[in-house]
């Protein structure tokens, strides 16, 4: 079939490579204009965008696909389906109608559960053994289009979301291919999603990713690898910023009681206190340096016994 393909993160360049190694023809790429990155804020294509240029596909840029420029570009490249994969952008018609197979898209979410745009950081955060794939055609709701396809994946004790989207993305795009196999030899079979699971995972922001040092240890723990890579967990000392790297609960026989947030360096590293045991913290970027061992940052910073991480309640 002659293909466009939707995407823009890194994670999407992987099926853009997959289908382009199929015997689907990939006639062009659809993905968000450069945007600023860096500390310099420097206009920077899309992963996806690069990932094209290389592979000498044309490039359509846009965040607006249903207006009528870039529907008359789309038109015109006359595509049989559109893939999609973490596009970032609103599909709507005119634009939903013009593939005949439609838009198909790889959501890294087993649907209905998480549909959303953060749904591996969602499925973290809210502590699930399992999680996994799916494509779906795409309609008028949020991720509520038929299912064409799903595969599975553990959610392992220490994953990140980066960790665990970054092993989605490699394995996801098999399931793209063969999904657009089936569409177009005929044998694709959408299914209606069921009325119940339904979870949503809306985008996260700087307040998701506070840590409230009352919450149970067990909570904090899967909040800060949610929040790992993007957008960051932090809390504050003396009321500046503190970025924070994941945690490991540990028991707390042997170990001192601490309050909420209190700091205390031991043999195990720095500990800090939760709403139940204490966690161990193994990396820290104090306000204006780069990442660092937490228990190097506090021997340097010669904590006192009320030393403590401010345990205001995450918005």
Same mark, same amino acid.
């Given at each position: 079939?002659?293909v466009v393909f939707a995407g823009t993160p890194a994670v999407a360049v992987p099926s853009l490579h997959a289908i382009l190694a199929s015997s689907h023809e990939v006639v062009a790429?659809?993905? /968000?204009?450069?945007?600023?990155? =860096? ?14 240029? !290389? ?16 529907? !008359?570009? +789309?038109?015109?490249l006359a595509p049989e389906v559109c893939a999609v994969v973490a596009y970032g952008a609103l599909l709507r018609e005119p634009a939903l109608s013009l593939p005949p197979h439609g ?23 809210? =502590? ?47 399931? +793209? ?19 119940? =699971? ?10 998701? %990713? ?33 970025? +924070? ?11 001192? =009681?601490? %309050? ?19 966690? /161990? ?17 506090? /021997? ?12 205001? !309640?995450?918005?």
């Amino acid at each position: 079939m002659r293909v466009v393909f939707a995407g823009t993160p890194a994670v999407a360049v992987p099926s853009l490579h997959a289908i382009l190694a199929s015997s689907h023809e990939v006639v062009a790429v659809l993905t /968000r204009p450069p945007a600023p990155a =860096g500390r310099k804020r420097v206009l920077t294509p899309s992963p996806v965008h690069e990932a094209a240029e !290389e592979a000498g596909l044309p490039v359509i840029t846009s965040d607006r696909p249903h207006e009528p420029e870039t529907v !008359e570009q +789309l038109r015109a490249l006359a595509p049989e389906v559109c893939a999609v994969v973490a596009y970032g952008a609103l599909l709507r018609e005119p634009a939903l109608s013009l593939p005949p197979h439609g838009w198909i898209n790889l959501h890294f979410s087993l649907l209905p559960a998480w549909r959303g745009a953060a749904p591996v950081q969602h499925s973290i955060m809210a =502590g699930d053994d399992v999680t996994g794939a799916s494509t779906f055609r795409i309609e008028a709701g949020l991720d509520t289009g038929p299912v064409i396809g799903t595969m599975t994946e553990t959610v392992r004790p220490w994953d990140t979301s980066g960790d665990l989207l970054d092993r989605l993305a490699e394995a996801g795009p098999a399931l +793209l291919v063969s999904s657009l196999d089936a569409l177009a030899d005929g044998t694709a079979s959408p299914q209606p999603q069921p009325d119940e =699971g339904v979870s949503l995972a809306p985008r996260l922001t700087a307040d998701h %990713a506070r840590v409230d040092w009352r919450r149970p240890a067990i909570a904090i723990d899967r909040q800060i690898r949610g929040c790992t890579p993007a957008p960051g967990a932090w809390t504050t000392r003396a009321g500046q910023r503190v970025k +924070l790297g994941p945690v490991r609960p540990i028991d707390d026989t042997g170990t001192p =009681g601490l %309050a909420p947030g209190q700091l205390s360096v031991t043999s195990d590293g720095l500990l800090v206190g939760t709403g139940t045991s204490p966690v /161990r913290l193994d990396r820290i970027a104090p306000p204006g340096k780069s990442w660092m061992s937490a228990a190097d940052w506090a /021997r340097g910073a010669r904590l006192g016994e009320d030393d403590a991480f401010e345990s205001e !309640e995450a918005r």
